[in-house]
């Protein structure tokens, strides 16, 4: 996080932002959110026996993974922060 904020090019060249990486645009602040996510299985005879499972049917290949959201991983940061140091 602080690498990303020292806007170190190293770090930022990961992100695959043009804008970030011609130094157009500098970022100021960095959080993180937390995902589950759950995989659609296939209709296995050892899918079917999960309880509450997603199986993918025959005719619907499109929904291959649902994502919830559980909370706040990082909360906004900025340089300044004191944890950073």
Known sequence: V??????CP????????PELIAK?????????????????????????SIPGVDILDDDDHSAWWQRKAVGQYLPALDSDNKSLK
């Open 24 to 48: 157009k645009k500098r970022i100021q602040m960095v959080r993180a959110q937390l995902y589950e996510y759950d995989f659609t299985r296939l209709d296995t005879e050892w899918s079917r």
């Open 2 to 7: 602080d690498k990303i904020l020292a806007g």
């Open 10 to 17: 190293h770090v930022i060249d990961l992100l695959d932002e």
